[in-house]
């Protein structure tokens, strides 16, 4: 097991969100596609804001000042939410669509997975790299496809694209979310 899969939801929130703010303020171009076809890079630091409704709907208030520059979004955001993370009440169980569990893991199986994999859709749309922490890719690759069809029936994936079995676990991973592992951007 790698330092990161063993580390605390609030820790393993520091660190995506710190590189998903590295990400953000080298940003060059907001407007620049991203391997999401529908969106280009801007699109990600508003799309992370669905976290503040799904708390919400759990009955957990957490306050995401809005910004109108991106990258000043995704510090804010990532503040707000490990000050949650670092608060009591991350230690407070809800229901959660995946049963009644702690808010900290909550956070960290949703809304954490997305950062990591929003970070890299970011990253690509400036021609950045990106490498998952593997252990963490592993499981998030074989917990995902244990969800069957019911995954993409969700429609918050894209297709899923064609790669070998015996390509590395993050093609592998975002190949089973609708990436192309090896976009870049004009490709």
Do not use: K, N
């Amino acid at each position: 097991m790698s330092q990161f899969t063993e580390s605390s939801p609030a820790d393993q929130h520091r660190v995506a969100s710190d590189q998903l703010v590295a990400i953000a303020d080298r940003v060059s171009d907001w407007d620049a596609p991203t391997p999401v076809r529908e969106w280009v890079a801007r699109d990600i630091p508003e799309h992370l804001t669905w976290l503040g409704g799904f708390l919400g709907g759990l009955g957990v208030s957490v306050d995401i000042p809005h910004h109108d520059d991106p990258a000043a979004q995704v510090r804010s955001q990532a503040q707000a939410v490990q000050s949650l993370l670092e608060s009591p009440a991350a230690a407070q169980d809800v229901d959660s669509p995946m049963g009644r569990m702690p808010l900290a893991q909550v956070i960290a199986s949703f809304y954490t997975f997305d950062v990591i994999a929003h970070g890299w859709d970011l990253a690509r749309s400036q021609g950045l790299e990106v490498t998952f922490d593997e252990d963490w890719a592993t499981g998030a690759f074989h917990g995902m496809s244990a969800m069957g069809p019911a995954l993409h029936a969700s429609g918050q994936f894209g297709t899923p694209q064609p790669v070998g079995e015996d390509a590395p676990i993050q093609d592998r991973l975002l190949a089973l979310l609708g990436r192309d592992p090896h976009w870049s951007p004009g490709a």
